[in-house]
């Protein structure tokens, strides 16, 4: 997650008020931020679901005793910030209880939904358990909006869950996700966003991973990616001016972190170093590190998009323990620093800051979770590549089978280690 307006907030501070820069701000505790699919059931199909979720009940999901047993597990771990997720999580009957037990023990709450649940019922309810944020998706204006999550008349319920939302004072946000489809409309949402007062945007890049694999074809392609970057840091740049306190930040593609760099340089040139000192010290993708997923069957993942990868399952042993374990193989390579990436990536002599980027889309795509990541959208020399025979990745064609090798130790030739792996979460 990459956090815009701080750093656009630095750049237009005069060089006599601002202080030092700080190394990366620590979470609360010293464990991750945990994104819980407390539920797989949702009541929209959306085109770029990673959790690939349905309007059906799910068998073996965890019920309330073990989500409040493992709250226990990830407060010991040192877990401060709880993100509830789904599917729908309002389609959890207990999910508020969850939400009040959580607040109660002192972690930061939110609570990420589509918004069309949201009647006066369920945001009394929202307000009454005091979640810290409350994000809605809106990816692009009505027709585009309800063609990409399968149900008319969609746009208008988020719409009106947020304002509902608003008016009952809790803070609200939206979610974008760019794709070919949907980045027509990001200047209307934009002024959608000024004109409801949203206190957060959050921009996501479409990762492959469940139903945003199948529709990769759709992603949005690096010139247009460039030009929403483009709109995003230009509107950024306007609301910090004008101090509207509006958040803007962007997901799953760190090389955003290396695209402001260039975007600041045409613009604040005399303040590209201290920039370039910050990100290095935010230091670009968290998977494995500062992020987790548990699924809606206890399952825990380096990430939301890494559900093809399982760790270990929080009924059979403790969240901390499984975290701390690198006997896997692929939380070995996202634990080291710098990570053991290859192709374009490895050779970046931005690697420091953005990490080496998104590992799924490379999985995905090669079959290798250390190939360079495909998403990266800046050029071989925005990166300091000049060898024209740098070797590059094979890229599968859309439609074809990737036929992965195993997950192999860091420094391993493939095929010759693997961990074990399983298939997508179902029931």
């Known amino acids: 997650m990459f956090r815009l307006s701080r750093y656009m907030k630095d750049l237009v501070t005069p060089p006599e008020a601002t202080a030092a820069p700080a190394r990366r701000p620590a979470p609360l505790g010293s464990g991750p931020v945990v994104i819980w699919n407390l539920i797989r059931r949702c009541n929209l199909t959306c085109r770029h679901c990673y959790s690939s979720s349905a309007d059906t009940d799910f068998a073996g999901e965890l019920t309330t005793a073990e989500v409040f047993r493992v709250m226990d597990d990830l407060k010991d771990a040192g877990v401060s910030v709880l993100i509830l997720s789904g599917g729908e999580p309002l ?4 999910i508020h209880d969850i939400g009040a037990r959580a607040k109660a023990m002192g972690f930061y709450v ?3 939904s589509n918004g069309t649940l949201m009647d006066t019922d369920a945001v ?10 409350v994000g809605i998706s809106l990816d692009g204006m009505r027709e585009t909006h309800d063609a990409f999550r399968r149900r008319e008349g969609a746009f208008d319920a988020s719409l ?5 939302c608003r008016a009952a004072g809790i803070k609200v946000g939206l979610r974008f996700t760019i794709t070919e489809h949907t980045a027509r409309d990001l200047p209307r949402l934009l002024d959608l966003a000024a004109d409801e007062a949203v206190d957060k945007l959050y ?3 479409l990762n492959y991973a469940g139903r945003g694999n199948h529709n990769r074809a759709e992603d949005a392609r690096h010139r247009l990616t460039r030009s929403v970057m483009d709109t995003i840091l ?3 740049l306007t609301d910090t001016l004008a101090g509207s306190g509006r958040e803007y930040v962007t997901g799953n593609n760190d090389a955003d972190a290396l695209y402001m760099l260039r975007w600041a340089q045409q613009r604040f040139p005399t303040r590209m170093a201290r920039l370039e000192q910050i990100l290095r010290r935010w230091g670009g993708n968290a998977s494995g590190v500062g992020i987790a997923n548990i699924d809606n069957l206890g399952i825990v993942h380096p990430d939301t998009m890494w559900w093809t990868h399982a760790l270990g399952s ?3 042993r403790r969240f901390g323990d499984i975290w701390a374990d690198t006997s896997d193989p692929l939380m070995a390579g996202l634990k080291q620093r710098p990570r053991p990436v290859g192709g374009r990536c490895g050779q970046c002599r931005h690697l420091a800051i953005c990490n080496g980027n998104t590992r799924t889309r490379a999985y995905q795509l090669t079959g290798d979770p250390w190939a360079e990541d495909p998403g990266c959208y800046l050029t071989d020399a925005e ?4 060898d024209s025979s740098t070797q590059r990745v094979q890229v599968l064609p859309f439609g074809a089978t990737p036929r992965p090798a195993p997950i192999t130790a860091p420094g391993t030739a493939p095929g010759t280690a693997s961990s074990p792996r399983t298939g997508e979460a179902r029931a």
């Open 383 to 386: 990166i300091g590549l000049t």
């Open 203 to 205: 921009f996501s890049h």
């Open 91 to 94: 389609l959890r009957p207990d």
């Open 234 to 236: 230009d509107r950024c």
């Open 124 to 133: 009394t309810a929202i307000a009454d358990t005091g979640y810290d944020y």
């Open 314 to 316: 929080v009924r059979d």
């Open 160 to 164: 009106a869950g947020l304002r509902a």
């Open 110 to 112: 939110g609570l990420s």
